[in-house]
């Protein structure tokens, strides 16, 4: 996948939205004022909420890589981005208000902002991207490319030639293949081999060489890359092996020394700092708000016989084992009446799952039903041992018998709730629940989890759990 990279451009685009944002709020500060209620015109807290704005949409902004004018991505992607990026700095503004008291602010500017600045934000990429299209299809804003190819190599030209959104055009192919001179000699000149590509890119105008030959030789390559970079033409190696590895690679360097480094899991530092603040806020209000009710249920448990919480050894992040605490359900001695009931075990693989489950308490059926016996998990999130969303907290001994590849759903810290619990609970198999683990692990976001949170409250409002 190939895009354009101009960091000066990013940045203009970065500093203008946020000019565009910082508009929106004074806009929305003068829409409040006009049509719902007189606002203080020389109240310096909304100066100070307009300079908060700067920092907050400019870090947002570089972080999610809204300042790209992206040749591939979709303008339903985009319109989500900007939805992700506008509340998490909406979300922020709001906590700024709380924590620095500024009380003449009024929360509906806040929200009024909010859409107003997405509308505007989007408008203006949607815009943006869409003249640059078309500026690319009349064959401007294009780039003249010089493809070294072989006969793996004709999926990719037929991408580049099929797609002139992407603005590039082929000057030539480099290649000895008589395949892909029989499929490309009418269409673009075919340069032998042992041209000199040094001579080739003194002689004629060329922005990027790319290199999609599927057998790498390294000093060849070297010799390429030397040949571009001491006249500054850009140079990309377009790999079977990056197609074959479904991970996100980058280069990063230590010590100065480069790395191709391959990441099997979410790597958004910002997304999921914000992931952690928000399993922190919302966690804290949850156990402020329903500890009465929380109070209730353990007064309920106690009346029984035996203890209030059940308390487990589970596997977190990367392997670190925890207590989990979870609303008993069961009777005390439920774990020494496991060994007789294995016969009658429902779920495949290394876990035990009864429906009908004798051990359950009259209570502790109830809680399972409506999930409420998950409640004392959220003091796990304020610790830092779970998340609210997330894969489920296996014990060690179910971890022993996991697959090597069942393992890297440890990669990312449990949660409460998780995408196999709102789609279908114990009637999936036990490899599903896995690959369901895998699937929210590589398309995680802060929008995922918002989804699985809005199910999660409907298998609660509506008894689903088991």
Sequence with gaps: MLKEREPVLEKLSIVFQTFLTVACFFASKILVNIFVAPIPQHSSQYKIIAFLIIPIWILIMDQTNLGRIGRLKMYSTLFIEYITAISIGTLLLFSSVFILDLNTVSRLVLVLFAVIDLIVLYSFKYVLSSTMKYFRRQGLNSRLILI????????????LIETKDWGYRIWAIMSDDQYIKDKYNSEFLILPYEHDLSVIIDEKTIDEVIYCKSIFDQNEIQKFIYDCAEVGVVFRLQSQLLNCVKMQSSLSFLNQMPFLTFRNTPDNYLALKMKSFLDFIISFLVLIILSPFMLIIGLLIKLDGGPIFFLQKRMGLNGRRFLCYKFRTM??????????????????????????????????RFLRKTSLDELPQF????????????PRPPIPAEVKQYQR???????????ITCIWQVSGRNNIPFEQWMKLDMQYIDNWSLKLDFIILLKTVRVVLTGDGQ
């Design 405 to 415: 590849w069942q393992n890297r759903r440890l990669s990312m810290k449990p949660g």
């Design 331 to 364: 009777v005390v001695n439920a774990e020494n009446l496991k060994e007789s009931l294995m016969s009658q075990n429902e779920q495949d693989g290394p876990v035990f799952k009864i429906k009908n489950d004798p051990r359950i308490t009259r209570i502790g």
């Design 379 to 390: 003091i796990n999130v304020l610790k830092g041992n779970m998340s609210i969303v997330g």
């Design 148 to 159: 070294i190819a072989d006969k793996e190599s004709d999926y990719f030209i037929d991408r």
